[in-house]
């Protein structure tokens, strides 16, 4: 009989009785990390996608707990109270996501740059994201505190605002602060993913590009562009991830999602569902819609920054 | 290539590592953790889910401890997890005897079958002296399912010196004449009310209470079907309105207040008058921390006409777990804790006020805390908040829709009808 797959690791010597191999070790040491991924990631993933296919609502145990199919899903879909919580959240990711891209660029090419005290600089910048989110929401509540934040003693000084403005109880105000409350704290995220990126690129290119005759701008849109794209795609889809399940700072800020529900995002509503009112079945399938919306997003931003590859 | 080194350490070595860490491991699993458990040693006990943020009642614990010789094996957890604890130990079947239950809840762990009725267990001595107000806390379908552990309610604290500036002697005795305080003492930089109307509880609460001033008000028809939206709840609605814009009495703060932002607000002595909870009185005249003190008094909530005062009901209770393990010895506690023994020893120590009508003539209570026998007074008028299995969820549609109203968003009626609606739809869940 001929071997036809051949030894796993072709070593110098031959392995002796009594000794492991690497890869038997590695798999060994492996196991433990392993084992607990897969009792804290996958098996609460399964768990609640099964739980998503049954009606489960622990407040009402004589209910029991039938088997209802998509019929949890659907429920969703028929939900008016679901679909705003999704524009609410999209209109929370979009925003939040742009002006943190926008600004983060910003701020990378001028840190890309060397100038006296650049370390400082790039120090400080990292400050507000080593800021924990809710002390950030709690600095935040205090700045914007109708009788005595400082946000509307400055206004108001500044003749902009006749009078304070209670900012957490107006409809469009309290969605557009909490956005602004994010961005500056997730900025200095972006700002580092970018940094990162342009650190790389090599100086010749603009040097030729220079040479070539090619203005600030014309280098910025043909070289820094093009070669970012790779970093501005990972970091965009990891603060979409971050504020599509935006929930700690909304919590912090307006406690139930208020006013009149204008910030409650999707993952309020899950919170809910799941563990106020705990229809358990229910927020699982929520949960998941969610989980499938954030996809969407991120395919769609693929799409739009590989399109024009090249 | 490189080639992949092998390893040193022999398969021997590695399993001798393995065997000697997993014995250990057992080893230390095998001693026991804890004492043996009471039932083996013979000891009685009662295992008890409650909250004692900062163990001010371990003591009064203990004295039940050495009356009854029944040991208290407490699980404590923070208000804002008692629910969830509550849920999964009735789930899994954990060994709980005895738990803290919100006034909000009694309904649906009545409905659930979580607690035990104890109707039958009520001695003449609780009903004499232990208000219905107090009882209704725990009530649900006409039984009882715990008894109520302190009194808390909504209660009116005026800064008498913004009052008496503009010719009031006394604070308002109903709803009209508040709103007529309240535009005498709005002026530039100070308002005549503040109120919590953030979209939270401490809403609702603000709204039963001002609703119930009218004698007919009403949650719920007969059948369950919502009715507040005829019954009383958008006169209540118009009259907050009507104080934020018609009358322009009431700080437009109040729309992003809870009950601490109210404090705050009463302490910095530009705000005439408000509701609150208990406890208000000792910090807003604290004058180390409140610039109102020594001017801010308590007082009966306004009433109407026919309704001489309406509040609306804070109060907690504790039940007994229908699964209870240790059923008599849950009784006893419950029945040590509405006891005077209890009760006034709590209301010295914690500051919690009693359940029992008796203690608020008491001397020594009198002397500890400014205006007691008010408190009693105004235990007696108090509104419950609805009665209903799905509370939570019922409570955040009013919420939202009182809201919508107070930002002008819909009119009081309409917004109303819808909040009545949406209630009747809710909870359909799959």
Redesign the interface.
């Known amino acids: 009989m001929t071997r036809a797959i051949p030894p796993l690791h072709t070593t110098d010597k031959p392995i002796r009785r009594g000794e492991l191999s690497e890869r038997a070790l590695g798999l060994f040491l492996l196991a433990p990390m392993a084992i607990v991924l897969l009792l804290v990631v996958a098996y609460p993933l399964l768990d609640s996608l099964i739980l998503s296919l049954y009606r489960v609502n622990l407040a009402n145990p004589e209910q029991g707990q039938p088997f209802v199919g998509f019929g949890n899903y659907l429920y969703a879909f028929k939900q008016p109270a679901f679909w705003y919580a999704i524009e609410r959240t999209v209109y929370f990711t979009v925003l939040s996501v742009m002006l943190e891209l926008g600004l983060g660029l910003l701020f990378a090419i001028l840190l890309n740059e060397s100038f006296h005290g650049q370390l400082p600089a790039r120090l400080a910048m990292i400050a507000p994201w080593a800021l924990l989110t809710i002390s950030n929401g709690v600095l935040w509540a205090w700045i914007l505190n109708p009788t005595y934040g400082i946000a509307n003693m400055l206004l108001v000084k500044a003749g902009i605002l006749a009078a304070p403005k209670a900012w957490l109880s107006d409809t469009f105000w309290t969605m557009n602060v909490i956005i602004l409350a994010d961005t500056w704290k997730n900025v200095p995220n972006m700002t580092l993913l970018l940094l990162a990126g342009l650190q790389p690129i090599a100086y010749d290119l603009y040097e030729a590009a220079s040479v070539d005759g090619a203005t600030r701008w014309q280098k910025f849109t043909r070289i820094t562009l093009p070669l970012l794209r790779p970093v501005i795609l990972v970091s965009v889809a990891l603060r979409t991830i971050g504020a599509f399940r935006v929930f700690d700072i909304i919590f912090v800020l307006t406690g139930n999602g208020g006013p009149a529900d204008s910030t409650k995002v999707i993952s309020f509503y899950v919170y809910d569902q799941a563990f106020r009112y705990l229809y358990f079945g229910y927020g699982s399938a929520v949960s998941w819609l969610a989980t499938a919306f954030m996809l969407v997003l991120i395919v769609i931003y693929m799409r739009l920054l590989s399109s024009d590859k090249g | 290539m490189k ?5 040193k ?4 070595a ?1 399993l001798q590592a393995v065997g000697i860490a997993g014995s250990a491991s057992i080893l230390a699993a095998c001693v026991p953790a804890v004492a043996p458990t009471a039932e083996t040693s013979g000891e009685q006990v009662v295992n008890f889910l409650w909250t004692d943020a900062r163990n001010t009642h371990q003591p009064l614990i203990k004295d039940f401890e050495e009356v009854t010789g029944i040991k208290v094996n407490q699980t404590q957890v923070a208000y804002n997890n008692l ?2 604890k509550i ?1 999964t130990s009735v ?1 899994g079947g954990a060994d709980v005897d005895v738990i803290e239950m919100d006034t909000i809840w009694t309904a ?1 762990f009545a ?3 979580w607690v035990q009725d104890i109707t039958h267990k009520i001695t003449d001595a609780i009903t004499t002296d232990v208000p219905e107000s107090a009882l209704s806390a725990v009530r649900f379908g006409g039984k009882l399912y715990g008894l109520p552990w302190f009194n808390s309610a909504k209660h009116l604290f005026y800064n008498q010196r913004l009052l008496q500036e503009v010719g009031f002697d006394q604070p308002p005795a109903t709803l009209d004449e508040f709103v007529e305080q309240a535009k005498a003492t709005t002026k530039e930089g100070q308002w005549g009310s503040t109120w919590c109307w ?3 509880e401490g809403l609702i609460c603000d709204w039963v209470a001002i609703m119930f001033a009218n004698k007919d008000a009403q949650f719920f028809d007969d059948s369950g079907k919502a009715v507040f939206n005829e019954m009383g709840g958008t006169d209540a609605l118009q009259w907050m309105v009507d104080m934020l814009y018609t009358h322009k009495a009431a700080d ?2 109040s ?2 207040n ?1 009950e601490t ?1 109210v404090l ?2 009463l302490e ?1 002595g530009k705000y005439a008058l408000t509701y609150n909870w208990e406890g208000t009185l000792p910090q807003a005249n604290d004058p180390a921390k409140s610039q109102a003190a020594p001017n801010i008094k308590i007082g009966l909530l306004p009433g109407s006409e026919n309704v001489k005062s309406s509040s609306v009901n804070g109060s907690e209770g504790w039940a007994i777990l229908a699964g209870a393990k240790h059923k008599e010895n849950a009784w006893k506690l419950l029945e040590y804790m509405v006891s005077p023994a209890w009760q006034k020893k709590a209301a010295l120590t914690t500051g919690n006020y009693p359940v029992l009508s008796s203690l608020y003539n008491d001397p020594d209570l009198q002397k500890n805390v400014e205006d007691f026998p008010l408190y009693g007074e105004q235990f007696k008028y108090l509104a419950v908040r609805p009665q209903v ?2 509370y ?2 019922k409570s ?1 549609i009013i ?3 009182l ?2 109203a107070l ?1 002008q ?1 819909m009119s009081p009626q309409k917004a109303m009808d819808t909040a009545a609606e949406k209630v009747n739809q809710a909870g359909g ?2």
């Open positions: 080639q992949a080194k092998r390893t350490l022999s398969r021997r590695f629910l969830n849920t789930q649906q409905s659930a079958g953030k979209q939270a437009p703060a729309l992003e809870t932002e705050r607000a910095t299995p799905d939570a969820q955040d919420q939202r829709y809201q919508e930002l968003k869940a799959p």
